[in-house]
């Protein structure tokens, strides 16, 4: 099944382009890792596949949805996200924030805190996000996966930030949503862990250069 | 739709409960600048009462410009953004969802400036209080103009000077007309026009925010 079907796809910021003609189909049930160097175009491909970034030339489906359309924001909520940054609000608890998120989109709320237990933060579910590390606070956004069970993962160096038991829960995560029919699309630096097998999609100047399993 | 509006304010709400920018920032200065508009008056009473709500309503405009600094900038960062983005939530829940709770505090700050406004400038007591409904209608009013041109002045990276500029202007009619109203209870004078502006002025803020709120978002 294709779940991202891209056609020349270019989007630019001011004069300067960030994907320069995408041709990609992405399939069902597959773990897709995105490399390349700096400024190749893997964060802005993640950004247009969660319907986060307007082409300015070509056209695409992801899960069905036109990305050159108003459809890009029924798209989001199909899809999840780990970005680089803190997500979420900071003063609000990892409880809080999930509750808000849950609410918001209609996702099971009971989930949350066997979500939270999950990815090991029940300790910390009650104070504000700010105060906690960098790699827990990427931890309540993989919670956030757990609560939404999206058809698309969009993870943008998921291991980054993370200790060794991250890297494992992580890695165990992507395994268990492949095996569950979801596809997980991931950039990273560094080489996966061994169990994460995955489609390589290596980027080079804002073009796709190569597609490998 | 109702939902998603008050769980917007009610996030906002407990994000301004938990940081107490409203309490320990917002409200203080808000009093100072009115205790220094008195002096700056002078001693005299019935000068006073006469300038007090020209002086009540600036400094009503120069709080709400910090309230709304202070929500735009919630939903500011880069990560924050895109997790909100991604919830797909309704942009006309999230812009009245933000009014609200905006509308919410700014009312607080106002009734107590309005106290502090009757006390130091000596303001008569029914004046004050009859006033008080037409304080709501513009602090509404603030709050969903607010809303809108704190999202604008968001997307740029000088947010914080840029704000004031744009939407001191379009605060005027609501500064003129509430002034104007407060004047009209202090010293018998023609209300209705007034209360009627601020009126249209809320509706027609609401409509625009309504219709723009989403495509301001994905900008």
């Known amino acids: 099944m294709v779940v991202a079907s891209l056609c020349d796809v270019v989007v630019t910021t001011g004069n300067f382009p960030l994907l320069s003609g995408v041709d990609l189909t992405l399939e069902g049930s597959t773990t897709y890792v995105i490399t390349g160097p700096n400024g190749a175009g893997k964060t802005s491909l993640l950004r247009l596949l969660a319907g986060l970034e307007v ?72 104070v504000p996000l700010k105060s906690l590390s960098a790699g827990q606070q990427r931890r309540v956004s993989i919670a956030w996966f757990l609560v939404r069970r999206p058809q698309l993962w969009l993870m943008d160096e998921p291991f980054a930030s993370l200790d060794d038991e991250g890297r494992v829960l992580i890695s165990e995560l992507i395994v268990a949503a492949q095996t569950g029919g979801a596809t997980v699309v991931l950039t990273s630096h560094g080489a996966l862990p061994a169990e994460t097998l995955a489609t390589s999609i290596v980027m080079v100047g804002g073009r796709i250069a190569e597609v490998a399993s | ?118 006390v130091l400038l000596h303001v008569p007591l029914h004046a004050a209080i009859l006033t008080l409904p037409v304080l709501l209608l513009a602090t509404a009013t603030l709050s969903l103009a607010g809303v809108l041109y704190g999202r604008i002045a968001a997307s740029s990276a000088n947010a914080g000077t840029l704000l004031p500029a744009l939407a001191l202007p379009a605060f005027a009619p609501v500064l003129i007309a509430g002034e104007r109203a407060f004047s009209s209870l202090i010293a018998v004078g023609p209300l209705a026009r007034w209360v009627w502006l601020l009126g249209v002025a809320l509706g027609a803020y609401a409509c625009v925010g309504l219709l723009l709120y989403g495509a301001l978002e994905e900008s």
Request: proline residues 4%; contains cysteine; aromatic residues 6%.
């Open chain 1, 55 to 126: 082409p300015s030339r070509g056209s695409g489906t992801v899960l069905g949805f036109d990305i050159c359309s108003a459809e890009r924001r029924e798209l989001r909520r199909h899809v999840g996200w780990l970005g680089h940054e803190t997500s979420f609000y900071p003063d609000l608890s990892p409880t809080e924030n999930l509750l808000f998120a849950a609410r918001t989109t209609g996702a099971d709320v009971d989930s949350i805190y066997s979500a939270l237990d999950r990815v090991g933060l029940t300790h910390r579910a009650k």
């Open chain 2, 1 to 118: 739709m109702i939902r998603l509006i008050l769980l917007v304010a009610q996030k906002d709400l407990l994000i301004e409960r938990r940081s107490r920018v409203l309490l320990w920032q917002v409200a203080p200065f808000g009093l100072m600048t009115l205790v220094l508009c008195g002096l700056a008056v002078g001693p005299n009473a019935s000068t006073q009462a006469k300038l007090a709500p020209g002086l009540f309503y600036i400094v009503m405009t120069l709080v709400a410009l910090l309230v709304i600094n202070r929500t735009s900038q919630l939903e500011a960062s880069r990560g924050t953004a895109t997790s909100v983005q991604i919830l797909g939530i309704d942009p006309g829940a999230v812009f009245l969802g933000k009014g609200l709770a905006m509308f919410f505090q700014l009312s607080i700050v106002g009734t107590a400036l309005l106290a502090g406004t009757t």
